[in-house]
């Protein structure tokens, strides 16, 4: 009986897991969709300012570049799951110098300084490709699609954790069916 | 002890995305566009005269590739490959729908969605209480 009731308990708790998880995921979907269309009036508004010839995908530049926002894959606590960071504009010249990674050692202020000024570099390199009188509205739309990355990260992470929590309880489900 | 497929770490992974021109401009600007020593990118732009199979070559790269953790991918152009992107199931690159400027999010062709709704189908809520 007491074996019993401790497995309704944790089938419970699998449940309510995998329902928070479940929920979390379809917040982030929707604030994702939120910030993306903030993001495509944004650009829409550059495009109108700056002209639709200067802002399209024909003058992304095709020479070899590194991407300056990358993501850190690392185990979860359980070593079933992938956790994904995101490595927000890592300069080129300096790749293993992570400058916006949240899980970073708090800096001194002129640490910080330097390290605003490399993030600033890159966020202008990247405008750059679309010629250098740009729209504030084109700046915008770059912090908008920052923020739709942070977003999507944390579904990836999310997403992870919704599928762990189901597999479980889809086992407990086929376990009880036995 | 059950079999555990290992998750590959990466300190610096790509993020590719297979979306419309809007959107693929957005996320150049945030930062993630990557362009190879061969001239490849990170990248497939979708527009009226992508094929079907530009999009499904497009997804089997990206997935195979060790350097990409995460392939965004507009979700009405994974409707045009529903069963490559349904079928997919390893843990990286993880496979994230987004909506499109013309195509809002539909949670009924969220593939993690259509995985899990099996649980809220009251046959097998039923079938077990028989």
Redesign the interface.
Known sequence: MEEDRRKDDEDNKLALQ?MDS?HN??SL?HS??ST?RQ??LE??SAKHSMGTSR???SV?????????????????DD????Q?TL????SSEH?STKLEDKNEHPQDSDTKSSDNDEVRK??DK??S?FGVLISPK?RA??L???K??ET??D??NM??S??NS?TQ??KE?ED??E | MANRAQVPTNNSSLIAMIADEDTIVGFLLAGVGNVDIRRKTNYLIVDSKTTVKQIEDAFKEFTSRDDIAIVLISQFVANMIRFLVDSYNKPVPAILEIPSKDHPYDPAHDSVLSRVKYLFNTESVAGDRR
């Open positions: 995998f479940l995921y379809l979907t994702l969709s993306l993001g495509w650009l829409a802002v399209n995908t992304l530049d095709l020479k070899s570049h590194s991407a300056s926002t990358t993501l850190k894959i690392t185990e979860n070593g079933t799951q992938p994904f490595q927000k504009w890592v790749e890159e966020r990247s405008l490709v084109l739309t770059q908008s699609f920052e739709a990355l999507l990260i579904i990836a997403r992870s919704v599928l189901f309880l889809h489900v009880t069916k």
